[in-house]
C-alpha cells in the first residue's frame, strides 16, 4: 500500500499541481478544498504527511495543525503559507508543524521536502532499526516507544522535537550549528530555513523546563550553535 498525503489546498489548480507531483513519485493522495473538510479527513483517516495551506475558508491550516497535534504528536505536518513574515511562520512551528514552505515555491523542492520527512518518519517507526535508549539518572529518551520521561512523567513532544533532542543526546557536548542540526534532522538544508532550528529549539526547552527539577540539557553556544549536556549541578 501506498504512502499517503493529505492535501489541504484551496487553490484548485495548486493542488491539481500538487497532487500530479505526488502521485507521480508513488504516494497516494488526497484533496479538501476546504479547512472544515481538511480537518474532518486528518481526524478519521490515516495519512502519513499532511500537507496544510494556512489562509483557509472556515478552518486555517494553523487551527488544523493544533487539532491534530492534540490527538497525533508523530504525523509529519507540512506548512504552505503566502505569509512571508516570521510571526506567521514561528506560530505554525509552534503549534507542533514539522517544516512549511512560502508560496510560490518550486515543487520540486516540495516534493523533496516531503520525501524527507516521510523518509525520517518511516525510519522512525521502524522499531528494529533503532539505537538504545539515552539515559542520565532519572531522565530517559527512549527511540523505540518514541518517549521522552523524568521521574516516571512523561514528556509529550512532537516527532521533530524529538528527533531534535535525540540527536543532541547522542553527541553530548558536541555542539552543532543550525545548517547541520537541519541536515541531520530534517534531512535537507535550504539557505533562509535555519530559524525553523530556532523555532523547535525554543519549544522543545519549554517543555522540557516545565518540570523545575530536571537539570538543563539543551545549551545555547552564542555566535555558534547548540548541544547537549546533562547538567547535575543546575538543579
Sequence with gaps: MSLQVLIVEDEVDLANLIEITLTDAGYGVKKANCGARGLQLALNQHFDLLLLDVMLPKVDGLEICRRVRERDPIVPIMLLTARN?????????NLGADDYLTKPFSIRELAARVAALIRRSTLNNAVTSQPSAIVHRD???????H??????????????EFELLYFLAQHPTQVFNRSQLLDSVWGYHHIGYEHTVNSHI????????????????VHTIWGVGYKFEYLQNEQ
Design 147 to 160: 518517549k521522552t520521561q523524568f521521574k516516571q512523567h512523561a514528556i509529550e513532544l512532537t516527532a521533530t
Design 85 to 93: 513574515t516570521e510571526t506567521d511562520r514561528v506560530m505554525g512551528l
Design 202 to 217: 525554543n519549544r522543545l526547552r519549554a517543555k522540557l523546563e516545565y518540570h523545575q527539577n530536571l537539570p538543563k540539557l
Design 139 to 145: 531522565f530517559t529518551i527512549d527511540p523505540v516507544t
